[in-house]
C-alpha cells in the first residue's frame, strides 16, 4: 500500500467492528469514533475438547457418513404433523403401559428412593397412603424404603407428571393420543395449587381430593368427553397462545377453553345439578388444570420423532429434584443428566429460598415441544408469577430461536408479528452457542409433605447437554 493511500486511511474518521471484549468498543466510542459490537464468542465456549468433537462431526457430515440435516427434517417434519387428541380418560391401571398396583410413576430421569428429594418423597408417601398400602406417612416411608415398591419414570412408559409427577396404578389419567401417528400419552388430572400432591403434600385434605377426583370428577369428565367426541388440543393451544397463555405455568386461559368446550356436554348428563355444580366449581377454581393436557399433548408430538438415526433432536426434558435429564432422537434409550438446579423465583407469603427444593418436574416436555418457557412472549403477564419484566418474556422467546430448528407452524406469538414459537431443540446447537433452554416452573418446598412455596424460572445444567453431545459424536463419528 503507498504512503499516499496510508496517509489517507488514517485522516478518515474510524468505523470500527468490535469483536469480543466490549470496553474496547466502549473505548473508541469516548474517544468520538464509532464502533459497532458484534456478539461473538468461540463455539463451545472455547472448550478445546468441544471443539474437537465439532470438527470431527463436521468431517463426518462433508464426507456423507453423518446424515443428521437429513435426520433433523424427518424430526422436525414429524413435531410439525403431530395432532394430540384427548380420546378419553381411563385408570392407569388399565391403560398405562406396564403399571401395576406396586409401582410408582414419577418426574424425570431415573431415581432411587434414597436419593429422592424431599418433594418426591412426600408424594410417593401421599401415593401409597392413596392406594392403600399404607396408613399413615411413617408407614408410607417405610415402605418406600423396604424394596417392595417399584419406581420407575413416568416417561419410561408413555406418561408424564407436573413437579413430582407421581402416578400410582387406581389414579385417573388423560388418554392423549398423537392422530396422525397413533402414538399414546398419558397424564393424571390436575389437584389444583397449594397443598397438593405433586408438590409432595399428603395430608387427609390431599387423599380426599384425589378420591373426590377419581370418584365424581373423572367419571363426569368422561362422559362429557364421550359425548363431545375426541378434542383436538392442537387447536386448543394455539388458542391460548393468542389469549396470553404459554402452556406451562400460565393456562387460564386454556382452562378457560377447555370448560367452554365442555359445559354444554356437562350440563346434559344424567347427574345431580350439585355434582356438576362440583365439577364447574371446581375447574373455575383451577388455572392450571389446563396444564396437565398441554404436558400429554406435547409428549405425545414430540415422541413421534424419537429414534430417528442421525437425528440430535432432544425429545425429552426432565427433571426429578435431583437430576436434570434429557434424551436425543438419534440416541433414544440413553439418559444425560445433571445436578438439579436452584430456581430463580417468587415466593408464596411466609416462604424464602431457604425453604425450596430444587428443579423438578416433567412439566418442561412443554419446552420440549415449543411452548412454555419457550412462548413467554406470547404472555407477557406469567413473569408477575415467575419474576422478571415483560420484556424479559420476549427475550426468552428471542433466544430461543437460537438453539432451535424450526419456527411452528401452527404456535404462533401475537407480540412477535404471528412468528412461530421456537420449536425442535437441536443439542448441537445448545452446546455450540451456550444457550441454555429457558424454562419457567413451580417451586415445592424441600420437605416432604409441605407443598408449594412459589415460582419461578431456571436454567437446565450443561453436563447434560454437553454429554449427550458428546455421546452422539462418539457413536456416529
Known sequence: ????????????????????????????????????????????????ELIALFDRLEAAEASGSVKRAEANAEAVRRVQAGKPTIVDIGIA??????????????????????DMS?????????GLIYEGLASTPEEA?????????????????????????IMTASMPVWIMENAEF????????????????RYGA???????????????????????LKAHGPLDMKNLIAQVLQMGDEGHNRNRAGTSLFIREMAPYLVRLDESRDTIARVLEFLNSNDHFFLNLTMPAAKCTVDAAAGIEGSSFIYTMARNGTEFGIRISGLPDQWFTGPASVIDGLYLPGFTADDAARDIGDSVITETSGIGGFAMAAAPAIVKFVGGKPADAVNFTR???????????????????????PTAIDVIKVVETGILPAINTGIAHKDPGVGMVGAGLVKPPEKCFQDAFRAYVEHYC
Open 93 to 114: 391401571q388399565d391403560v398405562v403401559p406396564g403399571m401395576h398396583k406396586k409401582l410408582i410413576l414419577h418426574a424425570g430421569p431415573p431415581v432411587k428412593w434414597e
Open 182 to 197: 397413533g402414538n399414546r400419552a398419558y397424564c393424571t388430572l390436575n389437584e389444583g395449587l397449594g397443598k397438593v400432591l
Open 118 to 126: 424431599g418433594p418426591m418423597r412426600g408424594a410417593v408417601m401421599g
Open 202 to 224: 399428603n395430608s387427609q385434605e390431599v387423599i380426599d381430593r384425589l378420591k373426590w377426583m377419581a370418584d365424581e370428577l373423572a367419571p363426569v369428565l368422561r362422559a362429557a
Open 399 to 421: 433466544q430461543m430461536y437460537e438453539i432451535t430448528m424450526s419456527e411452528n407452524s401452527t404456535y404462533q406469538i401475537p407480540a412477535m408479528d404471528f412468528r412461530g414459537t
Open 1 to 48: 500500500m503507498s504512503t499516499n493511500r496510508i496517509n489517507d486511511l488514517f485522516s478518515q474518521d474510524l468505523n470500527v467492528i468490535n469483536l469480543g471484549l466490549e470496553g474496547f468498543a466502549d473505548t473508541l466510542r469516548s474517544l468520538g469514533s464509532r464502533a459497532t459490537q458484534v456478539e461473538w464468542k468461540p463455539p463451545a465456549g472455547g472448550n478445546s
Open 141 to 165: 416411608e417405610k415402605l418406600a424404603a423396604s424394596g417392595e415398591i417399584e419406581f420407575d419414570p413416568c416417561h419410561h412408559h408413555s406418561a408424564v407428571g407436573p413437579m413430582a409427577g
